[in-house]
């Protein structure tokens, strides 16, 4: 089992940033990867950034690539996603998740899911 506490949400106005933590316990990860979904209201849930847990691979979804960047620190089993330049569309609750096993980090999908941080940006 992981658990997995976010933090870091809040209201921001659009072209400012703000930067996601997440707070992984329990079981080791090694071969899997960490990443970020989302779900606006009245929207499905999207992906929106995977990264190795050993290595540099990383993925994003199109419509962040550029301004969000995702991170994580080992050491401190915490993941990191630092959203810049932030648009009234990415108002949403974020999701940190955890995949345990990845080949390709395009082929993330989680297997744990935290509770999710709300993040609003007004225009």
């Known amino acids: 089992q992981v658990q997995l506490v976010e933090s870091g949400g809040g209201l921001v106005q659009a072209g400012e940033s703000l930067r996601l933590s997440c707070a992984a316990s329990g079981r080791t990860i090694v071969n899997g990867a960490m990443g970020w979904f989302r779900q606006a209201p009245g929207k499905e849930r999207e992906f929106v950034a995977a990264?190795?847990?050993?290595?540099?691979?990383?993925y994003y979804a199109d419509s962040v690539k550029g301004r969000f960047t995702i991170s994580r620190d080992n050491a401190k089993k915490t993941g990191y996603l630092q959203m810049n330049s932030l648009k009234p569309e990415d108002t949403a609750v974020y999701y940190c998740?955890?995949?345990?096993?990845?080949?390709?980090?395009?082929?993330?999908?989680?297997?744990?899911w935290g509770q999710g941080t709300q993040v609003a940006v007004s225009s």
């Open positions: 998740t955890v995949d345990f096993f990845v080949t390709a980090i395009e082929t993330f999908r989680p297997d744990y």
């Open positions: 990264i190795r847990w050993s290595g540099a691979n990383t």
